[in-house]
């Protein structure tokens, strides 16, 4: 993952990507982008610049437009970029399941082959 000061901000919307407790995400990625983006947490701290990758996907994993998410936790975007980065992530279909509440919340991510190839 690059420093703060080495990456651009995002352009377009941003479109976070948010789970609860439990949840999960199946998706297929296109291509995945560095950068950073402005968030305000809900928690009262103020606003800050976080690392950010945006993940864009098959408009059949996500029909809503924009075709992206916007993954900000720094354990999911270290595991991902561990594909994108060498192009591991073309026929894959990765699985991505958050388990608790934050500040101890952790991420699952469960990668395997796309029906067809």
Known sequence: ???????????????????????????RVVSAEQGKALISPRDGRPPHWVNTLRVHVPPDDKP?????WDITSRKCITALLSYTDIGAHIGKVFTLRKEGNPPTCEYRLTVAPALGG
Do not use: K
Request: zero cysteines.
């Open 64 to 68: 809503t437009i924009p075709h992206y």
């Open 1 to 27: 993952m690059l420093p703060l000061d080495q990456v651009e901000d995002l352009p377009g919307a941003e479109v976070f990507l948010e789970l609860t407790d439990g949840q999960a995400i199946r998706f």
